[in-house]
Each structure stands twice: as structure tokens, then as C-alpha cells.
């Protein structure tokens, strides 16, 4: 780094320019914390290598002034933004790049999480760098009978997660987190502080699900929160090979997006020291006496009974499917050092299915999973249909709804360091991704975007898009939204000043 001095002492002195306090919230290369502070939220430990593109420093704003100052200084001395949340990012985007040449810095919001939750008016205003847990307690502690439809993971941040999209066990019931969005507080490139009204509906629009790091800097979220009983179910239900998973995930694939919008199933497909296994897990909005004639009646083939279910809180669902054991304080949602994969690294890709995979495909994938070690790579299945089915494709940029049964992750977890342990575990991967191609989405092959995967294109490694080019990956994640998308970032910030390898281009980079 030290051949890169220049261009930050004079960023630091330019932000000094603007505030002779700001110093102490600016993270040098020397500084003593800038390795912990980096590390403390990369979440996905493949990108936490000597080998890692890291940035020049790291920013840490405790109030809007400091992302203005950061916006014009970066600006001036051409100094990229990469915008942290939480960190979850799949390939590693908000903290680092493919590109070992770039000038960058991270803007990292830990210190923005304030959450005010009103329950007369059902609504709560969460700022970007709040993690998914922390409000889930927040609300929590206001209200039994209140959630917010967000995505499962305790420490992902609110910045990124609803920024492209975010599922969780009540999408069937109530859609996506970015489909409960009200208004938000958004830092455009110019350094202006927009809300709703002033942003005007395309960028309110783009900012639900669009993708992180491209229109702006999301600063606070106002939300929709939704009802939920005081008592909900979740249940665990693990069949092997030799207990017929197979037979029951294919039967699965024809009940579970027509069930009651009060039942949410999600079904983890791995192998365990001696077979294959489907983990059936499902959460039910109500009492367990409400849920077992219910299956009963509509997927007799799991054969669920009392003992594989557990009434809980809504709250305290998170935790159970977060895999916490049970009975852990709710006071676990606000633990920020816990990984969810471990030491482990991982890699994931998307699909949608939309016509039920036959035996024989599920088979193939059997012996997909037999080629790698116990639990080091599985497929994650969570049912669509219910709201997810009514909601218009175009409504945000999020377009992955009717006519979709479930969305599948492909994913592949290893501790081993090296290239060549991740080689073959990322060519494990994609040759399990080659071989569900005749069961899944076709022109285009669709993809999640919080699922961020760099092997279905993007853009150069700082950023440089290219229509055309962006087209083939921005499809796959925004189908006929994409191209309303380029309109607004071409409206909002035509140079471009927010970006990275998979952020929406303006049209003035057609080359
Ligand atoms: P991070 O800070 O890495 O940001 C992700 C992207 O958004 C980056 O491009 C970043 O620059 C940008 N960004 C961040 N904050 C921003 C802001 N304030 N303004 C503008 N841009 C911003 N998804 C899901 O839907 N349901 C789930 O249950 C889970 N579970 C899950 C578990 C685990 C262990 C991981 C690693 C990931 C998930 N995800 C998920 C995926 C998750 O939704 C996705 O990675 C989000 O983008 C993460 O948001 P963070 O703020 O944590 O990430």
C-alpha cells in the first residue's frame, strides 16, 4: 500500500478540508484496528486471504455529514466507495474486488443502526447498518404479534439485503422485504440527501431490490411490519434415502406453493456420514393443532407429528431456523461475531424451478452429492407461490414470482485453504449447476441477486459497464426490469460513481 499513499493523504486531507473531526473515524492501512475492523464483518472468509484486493482504508460514518464528506472527497481524488452493511455479500464486493489494481475504500455503516419501531402506526425506520436480528429484537421487544418478511440470517445487514431483495419464512405470506418498504433515506452521488418524494418513484423504485452499491447510498429504511400470531410452529423432519427423501421431495415439489400462505417450507438436500439426506424444514403461522390435520390432509407422504415440531415465538423462529439450539435467549439476534458458515468458505448460485423435477433428476443429484464430503455441499429449496405469486413482476425490480414453485441454492462450504482445495470445490459446484440446467429457468436461466454469483457475467473489475455486456447477467437476476434499471441509473448518476463488478451500468457506457 505505501506506493498508494498519495492518493489518500490527500483524501484524508480533503476530508479534513470539510470536518477537522472526521479523523477519527478513518481507518489507515497503519492504524492498529484496520485488520480486525476489516475482518470483524467479511463473511464470507474466501475473500480474508493475503492474496485479497483490500482497500486503501476504511470509513466508519457516525452521522450523514461524514458520508456527504466521504462522497465529495472520493469524487475529487477518484477514490472508489465500496458501501458495507453487514458484509454478506457473496463474492465479497463491499469489501474488496477482482481488481488488485483499484483504489478503493470502504464505507462501512456499523455505527448507522438506529431502529425506531412504532406499533400504533405498524411501521419501523431502521437504518442501512442495522443487522436483520437486531431489528427482529427491536420489534420483538415492542410487540409479540409484529415481524418484519426479511431473510433468515440473524447478521446480514439491512443495507444489502433489502437492496436486492430478501426472503425469508414469511414470503409466502407476506413477499419480500423489499416488497414492505414504505420510504427511504437515500446519498446520491451528488452528496444529496433524498427521501421518497424527492427521489421521485423510479429511484424509490430501483433502490427495492436493484442491487446494492449503483444508485446510492441507503442510509435508513422505513418499513412495513406485518401481523403474525403470538404462537407460531416450526418443525424439523429429516428422511434419508433408505426413509424414501426421495419419493417425499418429489411429492414435495406438487403441494408445497399451493399450501395455506400460513405455511412457509424450506428443504436442505446433503449428505450426512453414511447417505443422502432432505432436511424438511417449515415454519406454520399458528398453533401446532391448527398445522398437523392440515398436513395431514395435504402432504401425508412427510408424515409430521407432534415431536418434530416446536410453538415458539415469531422472534424466536428466526433462531430456530438460524440452526441456534433451542431455548437460546433472544439476546442471540444481537450477536454480531457469529458466522453463520463457521471458518467455512463458501460459493452459491441460484435457480428457479418451475415444473417439478422428475425422479430420475433427483437421482442425478444424489450422486452430485455423493462426489463431495459430508456437508460440504448441498442444494437449499424454499417454496414460492402465496403473495410471491401475486405480486406484478415489475413492481420493484425483484422479478422472480408466478409460476415459480420454489427458488434452489447451490451451495458448496470448505476450511481448506488454498486455490487448489477452492478449485475443486468451485468446479464441484458448477458442474452440479451444468447439470440442473434441464430442470430449471430457461432465457433467461434466472438468478437471485442477493445470491450474488460472478460466473454469470459482470462488469471489469472497477466497475466499467458495458450495456450490452451487463445485459446477459442483468436479465438473469432482473429479467424485463433490467433495462428500467439502466433508464434510472442513467437519470440519477450518468458517470457512474457507484459501481462494482455487478452494478447496473448508465447508458452512456454503451461502447
Ligand atoms: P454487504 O454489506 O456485503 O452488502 C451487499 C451489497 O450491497 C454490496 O454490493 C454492498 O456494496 C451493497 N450495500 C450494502 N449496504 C448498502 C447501502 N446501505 N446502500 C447501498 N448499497 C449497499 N438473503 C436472503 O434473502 N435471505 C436469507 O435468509 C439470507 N441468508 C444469508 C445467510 C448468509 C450466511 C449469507 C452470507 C447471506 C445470506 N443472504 C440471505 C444473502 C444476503 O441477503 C445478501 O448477501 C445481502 O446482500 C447481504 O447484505 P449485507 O448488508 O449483509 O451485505
Known sequence: GVTSSQPYEEFLQCLEFHDSNITSIVYTRANSSFSSLLESSIRNPRFDTSATPKPLLIFTPRQISHIESAIRCSRAHRIQIRVRSGGHDYEGLSYSTISPSLTFLVLDLRNLRAIQVDVPSKTAWAQAGATLGELYYAIAAESRTLAFPAGICPTVGLGGQISGGGWGTLLRKYGLAADNVLDATVIDAKGRILNRASMGEDLFWAIRGGGGNTFGIVIAWKIKLVPVPATVTACTVTRTLEQNATEIVHRWQYVVDKLPNDVFFMVVLNTNATTIQASFNSLY?????????????????????????????????????????????????????????????????????????????????????????VQTGGLILASYGGKMSEIPESSIPFPHRAGNIYQVEEVAFWVEDGVEAADGYLNWLRGLYEYMTPYVSKNPREAYANYRDLDIGRNGGGGEGDYRRARSWGSSYYKNNFDRLVRVKTAVDPANFFRNEQSIPPLSSWR
Not at 441456534?324 to 453463520?340: K, Q, W, Y
Open 285 to 373: 403461522l399458528g398453533g401446532i393443532e391448527g398445522l398437523i390435520p392440515m398436513m395431514d390432509a395435504k402432504f401425508p407422504d412427510l408424515g409430521l407429528r407432534r415431536e418434530n415440531c416446536v410453538e415458539m415465538s415469531w422472534a424466536k423462529s428466526i433462531l430456530y431456523f438460524a440452526g441456534f439450539p433451542l431455548n437460546s435467549p433472544l439476546e442471540s439476534l444481537l450477536d454480531r461475531t457469529i458466522s453463520a458458515t463457521g471458518s467455512a468458505k463458501f460459493k452459491g448460485k441460484s435457480d428457479y424451478v418451475k415444473e417439478p423435477i422428475p425422479i430420475s433428476g433427483f437421482e442425478g443429484i444424489w450422486e452430485k452429492l455423493k462426489e463431495v464430503g
